[in-house]
């Protein structure tokens, strides 16, 4: 997909143009002219909205970087026209290549430009969406996995134009030309150039702060894709300065790969940089060895095959030419084959015979791209002398860790969209490396593979700590390391593992003051120990928070947020830009004066509400016919303020002419455990009966007309179609399932962990799929990634609660369903606290006594068990969005959300009407007959151009009992005013 391609969709993802974002940063890569740097112009993206109105356009790209020797700063500036008639909130997914890091956004607010501060990411996403709720104007840049972003603004003003500034720093590769001089070394800067429709304005400058000298400007090489281009050129004023290349063009249309690359002397290089108390430094300098050996030809190679979705955008012609001249070098060897996905297939066995490997190239030219990524399949075996993995890095998918194996691991790197430090991380561990075709060529990397190098063991220095170094192998002759001096001078020990397996040590001399770079010593120093830490992310999360804070840098853990009231910045605390921090101090201080015990209110309220629950469930309702009622009134739409509505809800069909519930003082005692509640309630028999629901989608028609053995054949033929669409991946994972393919259809389902890096949303739709499939296994890990993700949700809490019970882990599930209970959550949320409360009692209820759940921490208050016949559960996929639950009993009488207590005693939870659920259907006693449950699309907030919304229902029998029974149904709602049947419950007669 090209910048034309997409199309801008408010407060869900990105807009059109703003993909440019994403080729201009991924690339400012530096690389020698001649071979041009193998960088795809081609980055995936991930922003499809099905019913999208008009692409928002980009107006006008300015790209200043600034270059001194090694290091790069540039700054991307973007001017976006939004020619909708409604503001729309803009996400960009993109991608930097390894080395490179966002630094700083800024946004214009009120026509000035606002810098972002660093926050935590989870408090980022929070504050964001409260604060776009209300229609201010924030903007978020967040990390996902790998070297990946994503930028979220808003509000792109209705025919309007909205300004974003991202900048960054990067070191530059240093490329030998092939002669023996200095002056053969150069400084490479890169900048991809891919449009699909006309751009008005591009200008682009590349200032080089250190040239060697008043050289020639034909020294100066700058190249589109591989032709020479005419650019302006021109030295600093000040003799021996600098230089500066400029680019401009109007109306431009072209694509290719802008190339600039300044000669440069200088061939080691040394910083320092004092900041907030302490001393950085930042050292390029000639490594004491390098030699390398020839090693000795493996026997057997492993070679893993990273075959899931994202391998797809991996490029693949320079894969193979990576193989066929390795395979050309070795002659004869063993290959293990090792294809991956969401699950490891079995091994393949082949013979390279005299460098040919004619089957094996056949096999991989071949391969399907399908499914999720998953850490623990990547693991080779123990059988092999060298192990090749070729992946992106990427892990979404399934429990459990990598492990390298004993053989050394080289990890084959061909992809924009990669997690480039944990593939180094992996490979650099077991002995291996990294080779990244987008940096090397085939041949040099066949040359890595042949050779063994001298490789640094580690660094160490009686005055500086926190050593680190960006590789344990050199790059051109060079190693880079980083620390913090704790002394005006310090000696920097590194100690080298030679070809030959011995020790050697290089002595390295660090003073205060040094010049070159000073101004980048700690950003070095940070990025470099941020990549350190993010090669086993799951453990080192708080150091990776706490850096990205300190030094304002955009991590998996941190983010980068523009607010644009003061009073935002106080209600979150949020430190503010320096304009601000005046009035932020005073504000501050005020509200830490008004501050309460809010979790005490928060379960002294819950206690209320569950006394009042607990009445509703001790009083008796009659299970007679209904008399003759007056038309009840439906509740006006008016009163949900805001929320649109295609037509009137229906009116219900009987008033409820119960009196009044009696006041908790006239009634028993709620005394009593969960447990010992069980059997509390008389349960009639009861069975549900689920709608089937079938997507009428061409394509879900199409699978169904074909043979089994099609099917898959079919789907892939569809699936180009579609590869943005979380309905396509659901609909055609239920036809496998349908027809007995559960293990593709489990294969195609995984997909949807691919699609959209870290979006809960689609992360909550898989992980109920799997659910709905038994495979609970599967589905924890992805709750567990959701509440990482945003933990400000009760949601993401309850559904990892809920998971843990269908797994059996009764402890687990009920700590984290006590979560939702005792949190104050946001008034958005209405009744979710009673609603998972429920849930608990019942789980410890249905636990005892096989397996004993602890207690003792909650609130004794609100332990006991309220069982039900009949209950009804929905939640849906879509913030801001208002679907109701319908029930219609045997009296014909329909409970929801403006009839809330039935006349035999249904009773219907309060109205979510902002996204997600749930609303919750309860009734104690059953009288006989057909129930019939309904969901109702009845309008949305969001500033979206909507498609279709994902259901999740969960109809219960005998809930909280020993005879419980469920059935999950997942479907979807296509617009407002659409009601679907859901299904029934059939009650039999009541037992005497």
């Known amino acids: 997909m090209t910048i034309g391609d997409i199309v801008a969709k408010p407060r869900q993802s990105i807009a059109a143009a703003l993909l440019l974002a994403s080729t201009f940063i991924s690339g400012l890569v530096a690389a020698q002219v001649m071979p041009v740097r193998p960088v795809p112009l081609h980055v995936p993206t991930r922003l499809v909205v099905p019913d999208a109105r008009l692409p928002v356009r980009l107006e006008s790209v300015l790209v200043q970087a600034e270059v001194l020797g090694a290091a790069a700063h540039t700054r991307i500036e973007m001017v976006f026209y939004n020619p909708n008639l409604r503001p729309l909130e803009g996400e960009l997914q993109f991608p930097l290549l390894d080395g490179q890091t966002v630094t700083g956004i800024a946004l214009d607010i009120d026509g000035e430009l606002r810098s972002a501060v660093p926050v935590e990411k989870v408090k980022g996403q929070q504050v964001f969406e409260d604060v776009a709720r209300a229609e201010v104007d924030p903007a978020l840049l967040e990390k996902t996995q790998g070297n990946n972003y994503k930028l979220r603004v808003y509000p792109l003003p209705a025919k309007g134009t909205r300004r974003v500034v991202l900048e960054l720093d990067e070191m530059l590769s240093r490329n030998s030309s092939g002669g023996s001089t200095q002056s053969a070394y150069y400084t490479g800067y890169r900048l991809p ?239 291996g490396r990294l080779l990244d075709l987008l940096a090397t060529t085939p041949a040099q990397a066949v040359t890595e593979l042949t050779h063994r190098y001298p490789r640094l063991l580690g660094l160490h220095s009686n005055g500086a700590k926190d050593l680190v170094s960006a590789s344990i192998y050199p790059e051109a002759n060079l190693i880079k390391i980083a620390g913090i001096l704790t002394e005006p001078k310090a000696s920097v020990e590194l100690d080298w593992l030679n070809t030959q397996d011995q020790h050697q040590l290089q002595q390295v001399t660090v003073q205060n003051g040094a010049k070159a770079g000073s101004s980048l010593a700690a950003s070095r120093w940070v990025s470099l120990k941020i990549a350190q830490l993010e090669a086993d992310y799951a453990t080192n999360r708080s150091a990776i928070r706490q850096l990205g804070q300190r030094f304002g840098r955009v991590t998996r853990e941190t983010s980068l947020i523009v607010l644009d009231r003061v009073e935002d910045y106080v209600r979150y605390e949020i430190a503010p830009p320096a304009s601000l921090r005046v009035e932020y101090e005073a504000r501050q201080a005020q509200k830490i004066r008004q501050l309460s015990d809010e979790r005490h209110d928060h379960l002294e309220d819950i206690a209320k509400r569950f006394a009042q629950k607990v009445a509703w469930w001790e009083r008796g309702f009659p299970k007679s016919d209904m008399p003759q009622p007056a038309v009840h009134q439906d509740t006006s739409a008016g009163e949900r303020t805001g929320m649109s509505a295609s037509a009137p809800v229906p009116v219900a069909t009987a008033m409820a002419m119960a009196p009044p519930p009696v006041p908790v003082a006239m009634l028993p005692a709620a005394a009593g455990s969960a447990s010992a509640s069980i059997s509390a309630a008389a349960t009639a028999p009861a069975r549900i009966e689920l709608k089937k629901w079938q997507s009428d989608a061409p394509y879900a028609q199409r699978l169904r007309d074909v043979a089994a053995e099609q099917m898959y054949r079919v789907y892939l033929d569809e699936r180009p179609a579609y590869a943005n669409s979380t309905a396509f991946f659901l609909d055609v994972a239920d036809v496998f399932m349908e027809r007995g393919q559960v293990s593709l259809g489990l294969r195609i389902l995984s997909n949807l962990a691919e699609m959209n890096l870290e979006n809960r949303q689609i992360l909550r739709i898989l992980a109920y799929r799997l659910l709905q499939a038994k495979q609970s296994k599967l589905a924890l890990p992805i709750l567990q990634q959701v509440v990482v993700l945003n933990p400000n949700e009760p949601q993401s809490w309850r559904d990892l609660g809920l998971a843990y019970a269908q797994d059996g882990q009764y402890q687990r599930a009920v700590d984290n369903l006590w979560e939702v209970v005792a949190r104050p959550w946001h008034n958005r949320f209405p009744d979710i606290e009673l609603i998972a409360l429920g849930e608990l009692n019942a789980i410890v209820a249905q636990a005892a006594p096989a397996s004993a759940v602890d207690t003792s921490r909650f609130d004794e208050r609100l332990m006991r068990n309220l069982p039900l016949a009949v209950r009804a559960v929905l939640s849906w996929d879509a913030d801001n969005t208002d679907i109701d639950l319908w029930v219609t009993d045997p009296n014909n009488e329909k409970v929801y959300y403006g009839h809330r207590l039935g006349y035999q005693g249904g009773s219907m939870s309060r109205d979510f009407t902002r996204g997600y659920g749930p609303e919750e259907y309860s009734l104690r006693q059953a009288k006989p007959g057909k129930y019939k449950v309904q969901a109702h699309f009845y309008g949305n907030r969001q500033q979206i151009i909507a498609g279709a919304t994902t259901l999740m229902l969960r109809l219960s029998t005998g809930f909280g009992s020993a005879q419980q029974k469920d059935d999950n149904i997942i479907l979807r709602l296509s617009g407002q005013g659409a009601v679907v049947d859901v299904g029934t419950f059939e009650v039999g007669n009541v037992a005497p």
Not at 236 to 252: A, L, Q, Y
Not at 393 to 418: C, I, K, R, T, W
């Open 193 to 431: 150039l891919q449009f699909a429709e006309t751009v008005e304005q591009l200008d682009v400058t590349v200032h080089n702060a250190a040239s060697p000298g008043r050289h020639s400007a034909m020294a100066v090489r700058a190249l589109l894709g591989a032709e020479r281009i005419k650019v302006s050129y021109e030295f600093d004023k000040e003799p021996h300065t600098g230089s500066r290349v400029s680019f401009s063009r109007r109306k431009f249309t072209g694509k290719g790969l802008l190339t600039v690359d300044f000669p440069r002397v200088q061939t080691s290089l040394m910083a320092t940089e004092t900041r907030d108390g302490q001393t950085y430094f930042y050292a390029e300098v000639p490594a004491l060895l390098t030699n390398s050996a020839p090693r000795v030809n493996p026997k057997t190679v492993a070679l893993v095959w990273d075959a899931s979705g994202s391998g797809l955008a991996r490029d693949h012609g320079r894969e193979l030419a990576l193989l066929d001249a390795y395979f050309k070098a070795l002659k004869d060897v063993k290959i293990e084959l090792l294809v991956v996905r969401d699950q490891a297939e079995a091994p393949q066995f082949f013979a390279v015979k005299n460098g040919d490997w004619r089957l094996l190239r056949a096999e991989l030219e071949q391969m399907v791209y399908d499914g999720a990524s998953s850490a623990i399949a990547l693991s080779p075996g123990h059988t092999a002398d060298l192990t090749l993995m070729f992946s992106d890095g990427l892990s979404n998918y399934g429990a459990g860790q990598f492990e390298a194996g004993d053989a050394p691991l080289y990890a084959v790197n061909a992809a924009v969209m990669a997690d480039v430090p944990r593939l180094r991380a992996m490979a650099e561990k077991s002995g």
